[in-house]
């Protein structure tokens, strides 16, 4: 916490925290893999980027938190593993005011998560598009990891509620955003398609890495504005995402997708992703 190691149980903020009190701040999750932290400079850009879209100074350089990272996931031997970075607006007023709040809270947490049970990797996930609504661009812009995330969850209680795990979100003009923490990919012949981030899409770290780890395998990988239309039709789909990393879909809306098992491209994808996570990445030292 804010550059010193502290052991859990002493590893407390404060009730008047805004993060705490308006989801005032914001975060990245980040995966380890094999001793390595696996794109660390693409998910602390985001974290500064998402902190300068609310106003807040993170009271630390982007290589400092690298580093603190680094030492966080060596002091908790996290070699595979997963890494939440927190960084919250700090102690003010009851009152939305930031600016009454005083030092930003650093937070890096070293641990593990398993977002889906290994089964569901071989066999897709079930998923369902919901009546919650991405969050339009100019209310809270989906680029911004924030500490709020209940449009995300509201989202995923519709999925879970109605029997599926994950949930897509449509944006505010029906078409196809994201899953509530994963971004979502089409195969369409030798074609990938993914919304562009205008469609209230984050630009995730593990998307762009499939993106280019797909046109490197000759596929040709466009960002195109999608429909259901497009998800129903299409060959294969999968999400993406750190947690998640590669996950096959094969039923959406109860309709099966493709053949109703995950696909070869995906397969071969999801591989070639897990290969190439496991063997790059800042060395944990
Ligand atoms: N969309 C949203 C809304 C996300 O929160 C992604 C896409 C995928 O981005 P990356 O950069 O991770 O490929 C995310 C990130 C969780 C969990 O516990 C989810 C994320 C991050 C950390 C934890 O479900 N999603």
Not at 118 to 143: A, C, F
Not at 175 to 191: C, H, P
């Amino acid at each position: 916490m804010n550059g010193k190691l502290v052991p859990e149980k002493a590893a407390k903020v404060s009730v008047f925290d805004h993060g705490l009190l308006y989801g005032d701040g914001v975060f990245e999750g980040i995966r380890s893999y094999n001793g390595r932290v696996f794109m660390l400079d693409e998910h602390i850009m985001r974290l500064f980027r998402s902190a300068k879209a609310i106003d807040l100074k993170i009271p630390m350089t982007q290589a400092g938190v690298a580093k603190a990272v680094v030492k966080t996931c060596k002091a908790n031997r996290v070699m595979d593993g997963y890494i939440r970075l927190v960084v919250t607006r700090g102690v003010g007023s009851l009152g939305l005011n930031p600016y009454t709040c005083g030092t930003p809270q650093i937070i890096i947490i070293a641990g593990s998560i398993q977002l889906y049970p290994k089964k569901l990797y071989d066999e897709g996930l079930s998923i369902v598009t919901v009546g919650t609504i991405r969050n339009h661009t100019e209310s809270v812009n989906p680029q911004i990891k924030s500490l709020n995330y209940l449009n995300n969850i509201l989202a995923k209680i519709e999925a879970i509620n109605s029997g599926c795990m994950e949930a897509v979100m449509l944006n505010p003009q029906g078409f196809v955003a994201e899953a509530t923490g994963d971004n979502i990919f089409v195969v369409r012949g030798n074609t990938l398609l993914t919304p562009p981030t205008w469609c209230g899409t984050l630009e995730g770290v593990t998307r762009n890495v499939v993106m280019k780890l797909a046109a490197e395998a000759g596929m040709d990988v466009r960002e195109e504005v999608m429909t259901r239309y497009e998800l129903y039709t299409a060959d294969e789909v999968f999400l993406t995402g750190t947690a998640a990393e590669v996950i096959p879909v094969v039923k959406i809306d109860r309709r099966s997708i493709g053949s109703g098992k995950p696909g070869p491209v995906t397969r071969q994808l999801a591989k070639t992703f897990n290969r190439f996570a496991s063997s790059n990445g800042t060395p944990i030292v």
